[in-house]
């Protein structure tokens, strides 16, 4: 549905929605942290994984996300409405997986049997299962024995269930409880999701916009401490807050939010008592509204029995603390800077002649060696800022393996070992099924698959830009800037003549969509940052590539 103020401020939709989409997750270092701990968790073969934190801090959309990147052979049970009994969630855990059952079964039995067989089945085709449970601390005690005892549904190698309680800060006093020990115990990740920072409230507000199709700023820089203030960081707050600045701000017809319509929003949001008690309570009554609209948005979007298909994200990546792990014996007898060839009993891992906490620094700094430059200034935020000063850009997110060969760019990597501790590798090259890695002084030979192991999708890239690069280029435009795009078209046809066009029309068009196929990409004909960056390294020079002969996968 159309907002009123959409139009008016050139929204392609509406950007403050509190529907859980995953196109708008801001990815907060926290919110990269509990991306992180759940996508771990599910590869980790273990029992539990913990995600909780407070209304509107954003659980629900962190594990939508979760879900549109895992394995597309995984079958997922969701659990919406916790208020059970044990038989109805054993009903339901059968409903959502399409297991079927004789009808007016009322024996506990029977539904585990049922499930049972049903696991080993999918097990047996290299399937995996998992059962979400939000709201999670509404779960009686005898149910939550209850989900504890599906996780002894095992082989001998592995768990045939895993399992995702989301829910508020009281799921983790229920667990702390001493009748709770064997359930605790069996949590192989987990993570608290507290509000956004000042600092985040700003990139978040900006971030929604941009999404919606808006880059101009209307929440100037000036409002964010009051928008803070008024919303404690909580993201879903934040939306209601400058969903309703926005109309306010339609209203008067005005170009941008100001001060005293963000405050008049928060009134109308919370009330005109907005101090202490009183404006707690009316924000538990609107989270409790809200909550419920979602669980009715949710049963609407996720049906009975749900095999999602692999999709890449986009958003910023994975963050974790790290710890040393001492590495092999085999490895501590290398003389530094000499090739490691990793065996297949090996494991990446961190080299322990370095200090795991210079991982990330001694990888970016590779990184700008691939690209004949050293690395002058630390922290990640100043990384791209650098790169800025030389020509390049940073392309940062999370993606699969495939796809960021595809790029065919050396990459930084975070990495996770056996305990979830993290570091960082540069991505070196590529050939065949094996890749190159610098890793703390070295270069470490291994194979994707091992990658594939310890890698949850976060990377870090340059690419060059073209000579006065403005950002994508559509069909139509024209100008100077364009020059580079000919020259390379006329590279690749041959033909002399495209190389004096000055503007984007129907034959460069066409030629770009032919391009954009040969190397698997969508054939819009919209010349983005993957299309300039297939173009340099088929027709440029002298740049840093994974393989030279790579043309796409």
């Known amino acids: ?18 529907a859980p989409d995953p196109r708008y997750l801001f990815m907060s270092e926290q919110h990269r942290e509990a991306l992180a701990h759940l996508t771990f968790g599910i590869r980790s073969d273990g029992g539990f994984i913990l995600l909780t934190g407070d209304v509107g801090t954003g659980k629900t959309t962190v594990s939508r996300c979760f879900l549109d990147q895992i394995p597309p052979d995984t079958h ?7 208020r059970l009994s044990v038989e109805e969630l054993l009903a339901v855990v059968c409903d959502e997986l399409g297991i079927a059952y004789p009808e007016g079964t009322t024996s506990n039995k029977m539904f585990i049997d049922r499930i049972n067989d049903f696991l080993l089945a999918t097990h047996k085709e290299g399937h995996k299962t998992v059962l979400l449970i939000e709201e999670a601390q509404n779960l009686s005690t005898d149910v939550l024995e209850q989900v504890r005892l599906l996780t002894n549904l095992e082989t001998n190698q592995c768990k045939l269930l895993q399992i995702i309680l989301l829910g508020q800060p009281e799921l983790r006093e229920m667990l702390s409880r001493p009748g709770m020990s064997q359930l605790e115990q069996r949590i192989t990740a987990r993570f608290h999701l507290g509000p956004l920072s000042i600092k985040d409230v700003d990139a978040y507000v900006s971030h929604r916009l941009a999404v919606a199709g808006v880059q ?6 000036s409002l964010m401490p009051t928008l803070y203030q008024l919303s404690r960081g909580v993201p879903r707050l934040i939306n209601l807050i400058c969903d309703r600045s926005l109309l306010g701000t339609y209203a008067q017809g005005k170009d941008k939010v100001d001060k005293a319509t963000l405050k008049k929003a928060a009134q109308e949001v919370f009330g005109k008592n907005e101090e202490g008690g009183k404006r707690l309570k009316i924000i538990g009554w609107i989270t409790a509204c809200i909550v419920l609209l979602i669980a009715a948005a949710a049963i609407a979007t996720f049906p009975h029995q749900i095999i999602f298909k692999h999709a890449p994200l986009t958003d910023r990546a994975v963050q974790e603390e790290t710890q040393v792990l001492p590495a092999s014996s085999a490895a501590l007898q290398l003389p530094p800077n000499q090739p490691l060839e990793q065996s297949e009993e090996m494991k990446l891992q961190w080299l322990p002649m370095q200090s795991i906490e210079q991982s990330e620094e001694m990888s970016l700094q590779a990184l700008f060696r691939q690209w004949g430059s050293s690395y002058k200034v630390a922290g990640k935020d100043a990384v791209c800022r650098q790169a800025a000063r030389e020509g390049l850009q940073c392309l940062e997110g999370l993606s699969d393996l495939q796809r960021l060969i595809h790029l065919n760019r050396p990459s930084v990597l975070k990495l996770f070992d056996d305990r979830g501790n993290s570091f960082f590798a540069l991505l070196k090259s590529v050939q065949g099924q094996r890749a190159t890695l610098f890793l703390a002084d070295r270069d470490v030979t291994v194979s994707l698959k091992e990658i594939e192991k310890k890698w949850l999708g976060e990377y870090i890239l340059f690419w060059k830009t073209p000579p006065s690069w403005v950002g994508e280029i559509r069909p139509g435009a024209t100008g100077w800037h364009l020059q580079w795009l000919a020259q390379l078209i006329a590279k690749k046809t041959g033909e002399s003549r495209f190389a004096r066009k ?3 029309d129907r034959e460069l068009v066409k030629e770009i969509k032919k391009f954009q ?3 698997g990409l969508m054939p819009d004909g919209i010349v983005n940052v993957h299309t300039v960056i297939h173009l340099h390294s088929r027709y440029g020079a002298g740049e840093p590539l994974l393989s030279n002969g790579s043309k796409g996968i």
Do not use: H, W
């Open 1 to 18: 549905m159309t907002v009123l103020y959409q139009d008016y401020f050139g929204l392609k939709d509406s950007p403050f929605s509190i």
């Open 76 to 82: 997922i049970a969701f659990v919406l409405n916790p």
């Open 216 to 221: 101009r700023q209307l929440f100037p820089a």
């Open 502 to 504: 000055r503007s984007y």
């Open 517 to 519: 196929i040969e190397e």
